[in-house]
């Protein structure tokens, strides 16, 4: 069953470069392979992430693919040396405190790549 198995994100980009160089270098992640068209990235366990060029990149502002980890704010503030951008969020329904917003059961942020895809990190309770 496909549940057994680790699964792969692809997300688009239109600058392949710009979208390399911020997965390599800001957010940390190891290269595995990369061809004119994607570069795919190690991230925990057997999972990778894949940036594919793309003519049109994401139009959809929703979270593509998330991280879970154990400890959020250092995460975060990790990325933040490294020069990425934690979304702010101040809607009613939803409303970040340095970064975080606390649904009960987990902890939650999100940064966007060059290309606009929407990342996010869990911490779960």
Not at 18 to 29: E, I, M, P, T
Not at 52 to 65: L, V
Not at 93 to 106: H, Q, R, Y
Request: aromatic content about 6%.
């Amino acid at each position: 069953m496909l549940g057994d198995y680790p699964i792969q994100v692809v997300l688009l980009a239109i600058d392949l470069q710009a979208s390399k160089d911020f997965y390599a270098h800001q957010v940390g992640l190891a290269i595995v392979s990369e061809n004119d068209n994607a570069v795919t990235f190690q991230c925990g366990g057997d999972t990778r992430l894949t940036v594919s060029a793309s003519t049109t990149g994401t139009s959809d502002e929703q979270t593509q693919a998330s991280w879970r980890v154990e400890d959020l704010a250092s995460e975060l503030a990790e990325l933040r040396s490294r020069g990425v951008e934690i979304v702010e969020i101040d809607a009613p329904e939803l409303k970040t405190e340095d970064g975080i917003v606390d649904t009960g059961d987990a902890l939650h942020a999100w940064f966007a790549d060059p290309a606009k895809n929407t990342l996010g990190i869990d911490q779960y309770k």
